[in-house]
């Protein structure tokens, strides 16, 4: 029994502690990213296909209540930076920003880790051709999927994150930093 009861022990107390620890990154957090965004519209008149360096300023909260697990609410300003394309008109360009609001849910793996999130994201693009400039925006969803290496309260993460405008899609792949406070 003596054989049985020490690494019984040690094993309770090893989950013990880790239950304790999960909740350690919880809290705010606030980081940023930078990455590639791809636009792609495919509409009468308009062929798009492009892609330019993007950046993301993020913030949100962990709530730690379950070992392992992480739940999170976080909100996003984003920028895709400028992408070129053809028109029936000649050459234009477009520029979309946007700000997001997602949920998360990942599993932690030790120091590393992996999520999905999923939200909304309200954008503003400015189309800008020979024949004039228009904005256009709206609300549609966004969906997202991730890694993250976690030392202490510090993070870094790689994410993809598609963005269905209505007649496009961004796809934004990025690498970037948190700090948990």
Known sequence: MKKIAIPLFTLL?????????????????????VGSAVVEAQETGIDLDDSDVGYKVFGGYNFGLVPLVDLALEASYLDFGTQTGDASGGEFTLATTGLMASGLVGVNLGPVGLFA????VNWNSDFKELGGNTSDSGSDPAYGIGAKFQLGSFQLRAEYELIDIEDADIDYFSVGAAYTF
């Not at 107390?13 to 990213?33: P, R």
């Open 13 to 33: 107390t090893l989950t013990a502690a880790q239950a304790a620890n999960a909740g350690s990154d919880s809290g705010f957090y606030l980081g940023g990213s």
């Open 117 to 120: 999130k999923a939200g909304i």
